[in-house]
């Protein structure tokens, strides 16, 4: 982790980046980038701006991450929720999540696993099926597909087994939670 580059936890949208760049602006913190999960400073800051930092971001909901375990489980998360949404390249979509996160983190997946779960008493694959459901969530919800149509999308071997991991999580059915709506859905800090 290097000085100018500071990491945050529970971003987890574009809505954050915006929320974020404001907060700096506000602060007068120049910075060169804002990227889901990170923040890329121009030079050092304060101890007193950091504690500003610190301060305003907890109010918004974001907190920053300042221990190496914590960075890489968060760089694990943010993966697996692009991978869960495909907001991936069309050549990482093909990758299995296991090789594709020891790929980007140079790390065994195995050890990845083992201290993913350690912190945070579930399995990585129990992330991404659960970010996975949010995604189909979100599709029901707000577009106009068929369940055949968000399988589709979505990567599902077929509507049968979307419906049974979507019942799984969430205790309904595709169908069924179509009818009752969005105060269904998690945030996506949430999952």
Known sequence: MTPNTLFIKNMVCHRCILAIEDILRKLNIPFQQIII??????GMMTQAQLELLKNNLHAVG??????KTHVLIEKIKQLALKKARNEVS?????????????????HEYTYLSSLFSSIEGRTIENYFIEQRV???KELLVYKEMTLSEIAFEMEYSSVSHLSNQFKKITGLTPSHFKKVGSHR???????
């Open 37 to 42: 999960g990170e923040i890329r400073l121009m």
């Open 62 to 67: 974001l907190e920053l991450i300042d221990n």
């Open 90 to 106: 069309a050549k990482e979509q093909k990758v299995k999540l296991s090789a594709l996160l020891s790929d980007q983190l140079n």
């Open 134 to 136: 949010e995604k189909v």
């Open 185 to 191: 859905r998690k945030l996506l800090d949430h999952v």
